[in-house]
Every structure is written in C-alpha cells, then in structure tokens.
C-alpha cells in the first residue's frame, strides 16, 4: 500500500478581525492516497477554500500538522516553500488568475521558469501542455481574446506543466456555462487518471462531485462526511456516450 500523499492531523485556522474570531478549520483530520481525485463539498463559509489553501501551504494554520509527500509543509521557510509548491503543485482557480499582457504559451510557461527551467525547454513544455487540453492552435492568443472555457483551459495546462504531483482546483467551473464545464472536467478526470495526479477539487457541484471518487462534506469548519459518492461506486458510474463525452445521469450524489 502506497503512502498518503496529503496527510492533515487537527488542522485548527482561525481568522481575526478586531474582536471578531472566525473558527475557519475546527481539528480537521484528512488523509489522501496518491491518485486520488476528491471533491470538498459543503455550502458557502464552511471553510472548504481555507482547508486547500491551508493544505497547499498558500496559508499558514495555528495548530495542527500537515504533510505533504511525506513532508511538514507548514515547518518549511517560505521561499523553500513556494519553490516546492511550483515543483510539485497545480492550481486552477474559478478566476483563472492568467495575466492578461502574456499570451497562453507565455502564461502556461510562468511556473516552470520560476522553477528555474531553461526558457527554450519551457516553451515546448508549455505548448505541449497546451496540446494536452486541445488549444494548440491558441498558444499565441492573450486572454482577453480566448473564451471563458479557453481560459480555463490555459489554466490546467499552466497547473499541468510542471508534472505536478497535486492539483488544487477551487470551483474550476464556477464562471462557466453547462456545456463548457463538462468539457473542463472531462479533461480533469482525463487526466487524472492517465497521468495518476491527484486532484482535490473544491466545488458546489453535485455532478463535479460524482465524477469523482470521493467526497467530502465540510460544515461550520468541520468534516461532517468522508467517503466515495452516494451508492459506493464514485467516478466510474460516468458513462460514455457515442461522442465520447462522459455523462452522471445515473448518478446520485448528495450534498451537503
């Protein structure tokens, strides 16, 4: 049996302003396998966005350890820190967060030059990142002059680049119609499970959720359920149509 990849042990995050305390994280304790593709769920303020970012190291916690490959993330320098989060993690976000004066060759290829790749090994990395999620022929095009699904492409080909061993995903569909949603997610789940990354995705989505094989339910800060989508079966209840594409409709997924 593998390792875990993720390991939270009591993870306590607490936001203050002033006299007000926000329990963002109560004792969380969340372990992920390697390969894994979760889905946190729950509604709005339950701590579902600070529980990734206090995973991926983008925020620091209070009390409580977490391990990543082995390794307390929270214990490292900061620049240590952000050198190993450009090395071995992706991050796709519902803002997409491209920077508009690049194009999307130039934006895929942003980590791996802050990784210290030489510029002429980024750019075929980066191109063929981008081939990756079916936008080749847009690697010179800016945001501005991609669709909202085109953007969001660029963004899992930059959190892709770097062969990561996690992607971190927060609502990667929230800003996108129904149609272009799947599409983004049937390249996640694609390469997910070719490329065995583990992705934790945070999401309001009942059909994000059930495309994945495990969920888990967060309120008030705290995990309230843990475990593979409703009915035991997860991701592989997705059926594939004549096209191709993947459908959910006989899946049921509750959420919190």
Not at 215 to 233: A, L, R, T
Request: with cysteine; glycine share 8%.
């Amino acid at each position: 049996m593998t390792d875990p990849i993720i390991v939270a042990n009591t993870i306590h995050k607490t936001y203050r302003t002033g006299e007000v305390e926000v329990h963002a994280l109560r004792a969380v304790t969340l372990t992920i396998q390697p390969g894994e593709m979760v889905a946190i769920m729950g509604p709005s303020g339950c701590g579902k966005t600070t529980l990734i970012n206090c995973l991926s190291g983008l925020d620091q916690i209070d009390s409580g350890e977490v391990l990543i490959e082995g390794t307390a993330l929270h214990k490292m320098k900061d620049k240590v820190r952000t050198t190993y989060r450009a090395q071995r993690m992706g991050f796709v976000f519902q803002t997409f967060n491209l920077l508009p004066v690049l194009n999307a060759v130039e934006n895929v290829e942003m980590p791996l030059l802050v990784s210290g790749v030489r510029p002429k090994e980024a750019r075929q990395r980066s191109l063929a990142a981008l081939d990756q999620v079916g936008l080749s022929d847009r690697a010179y095009h800016r945001p501005a002059e991609l669709s909202g699904g085109q953007r969001q492409r660029v963004t899992i080909a930059r959190a892709l680049v770097n062969n990561p061993a996690i992607v971190w995903a927060d609502e990667p569909t929230g800003n996108l119609d129904s149609q272009t949603a799947d599409d983004v997610l049937t390249i996640m789940q694609r390469l997910n499970r070719e490329q065995n990354q583990t992705f934790v995705l945070v999401t309001h989505d009942a059909k994000i959720g059930a495309l994945c094989n495990r969920i888990v339910h967060m309120k008030d800060g705290e995990i309230i359920d843990d475990g593979i989508p409703d009915n035991g079966i997860g991701y592989d209840t997705a059926m594939t149509t004549d096209d191709g594409r993947q459908t959910t409709d006989d899946v049921r997924v509750v959420a919190a």
